[in-house]
């Protein structure tokens, strides 16, 4: 029997998916921060490095498309265990790509594995959030979570380029990947579903189900119909499953886009390597904790006025979708110093984590807690595939401007992209769904 106090375990779970969520970012970045050792030890052209970030995008596009639906399958706990283990593998696989044949092979193997296991990280945390919290008060909660990958962003240009010129490039793919176990440990100690977590107190766990109906004796109803099997096939009938999946295809690949070339960019624009490029990637990553956080507890703004939850959201992400706009003046104000593309480039990356605290609680405004895992797998499918198009792209584009001797052309192009994403992606989502409609399944 919980007792009556009012605990805040919840918040607790919160962290958990915020560490793992840093870990995540931790793992991805290692490689961008290496590109310029690894570009001069294995003779990668940007095509080369474009087609490796690229490997990756697919196979996390591919692997995203099972992700969510074994995570349903399997539960939160063993889903999100299960992930981790198979990322930080991946990871450490990096290590040992130069014994593999060929300059690209190994390290799209290693990427390949990478990409397979972070493909859970999402659809776990955004169920353990719906599981965890009212509608409410989810972007908050996936605003702050999400956070950590502006954490990892951050601490990686710290940690890695020191690891790198202390241990050799081997072992940050090690030491970072390892990581993931730790997490593991705590992960397997503090998460279980909340009718069966001890540690959570009653009133806690009436408020987490406040969005739920009472029957007439004061007894929580289940709105979802957990028994009831669903397909795969029923979730791309609904028109919301491709409003989350084409926001999630042209915003993503931004934010990678960000991840991945940034180093390269910073490279190829003011000749910045190693340890040079920490600072200023390390700042441009913090500020974009201000629009997780920010952006996550915006749409409560529009709630409170008396909008339903879905109304409330689109409202604040069109707002945010216009903040990119101001990545259009890098190409002409970063000539000046490298601080105006970290402020322009810091605000654009920014908007997308307010963005994406909005994006993923869609998912749980419109679909029943059994399909969130499997409709943000759908979306990170997409997202993958968008991100794959953009990174090769952006590598076939850095060669061939490269060759002609004007480079940031090519950065000033893939600038353009990345700041009208986000209005094109709202402009969709708002006309295929116009206003909030439940789903059953």
């Known amino acids: 029997m919980k007792d009556v106090k009012f605990s805040n375990y919840r918040w607790t779970i919160c962290a958990l ?17 290496l590109q310029p050792t690894l570009a001069k030890e ?32 399997l539960g939160t706990k063993m889903g999100y265990t299960w992930s981790i283990i198979l990322w930080s593998i991946g990871a450490m696989l990096h290590a040992l790509a130069h014994l593999v044949p060929g300059k690209l092979l190994g390290f799209s193997l290693g990427r390949t594995v990478l990409a397979a296991g972070e493909s859970g990280n999402f659809p776990a945390a955004i169920k353990a959030t719906a599981e965890y919290f009212p509608k409410k008060d989810r972007a908050l909660a996936t605003g702050i979570f999400n956070s950590g990958s502006n954490v990892g ?41 909340p009718s069966k977590n001890k540690k ?49 295809f042209m915003t993503d690949g931004v934010w990678w886009f960000f991840l991945f070339w940034l180093p390269a960019y910073f490279k190829a624009q003011y000749g910045m390597t190693g ?25 409560t703004y529009f709630i409170n006025k008396g909008y339903d939850a879905y109304t409330g959201r689109m409202k604040a992400m069109l707002i945010i979708a216009l903040f990119p706009l101001v990545v259009l003046l890098t190409p002409y104000l970063s000539q000046f110093s490298y601080w105006y593309a970290v402020l322009l480039i810091g605000i654009g990356a920014s908007a997308h984590q307010a963005w994406s605290a909005n994006i993923f609680t869609t998912v749980g405004d419109m679909f029943p807690k059994k399909a969130i895992a499997t409709i943000t797998g759908i979306g990170g499918m997409a997202g993958g595939i968008g991100s794959f198009l953009l990174s090769k792209g952006a590598g076939a584009l850095f060669d061939y401007y490269d060759k002609q001797g004007s480079i940031q052309t090519g950065y000033s192009i893939m600038f353009v992209v990345c700041a009208l994403a986000y209005v094109i992606a709202w402009v969709v989502m708002k006309t295929l769904v116009p206003k909030m409609k439940p789903i059953e399944l």
């Open 42 to 73: 294995f003779g990668w052209t940007n095509s080369d490095y474009g087609t490796i970030v690229g490997v990756f995008s697919l196979a996390y596009a591919f692997s995203m498309l099972f992700a969510g639906r074994v995570v349903d399958y």
């Open 17 to 33: 998916l915020f560490f793992a969520t840093t870990i995540n970012y931790l793992d991805r970045q290692v490689l961008s921060l």
């Open 200 to 248: 959570l107190g009653q009133a806690e766990y009436e408020y987490i189900h406040s969005d739920e109906i009472l029957n007439k004796q004061g007894i929580v109803i289940e709105t979802e119909d957990e028994g009831k099997k669903f397909t795969y096939a029923e979730c791309f009938k609904f028109k919301q499953t491709w409003a989350f999946a084409f926001g999630k």
């Open 275 to 299: 340890t040079a490029i920490s600072l200023p990637i390390a700042v441009l990553y913090t500020a974009t904790m201000f629009g997780s956080i920010g952006g996550g507890a915006f749409p």
């Open 153 to 193: 962003a951050i601490l990686a240009p710290i940690v890695v380029p020191w690891i790198a010129e202390l241990y050799g490039w081997k072992w940050a793919f090690i030491l970072i990947g390892a990581l993931g176990f730790v997490w593991l440990i705590f992960w397997l100690i503090f998460y279980e579903i």
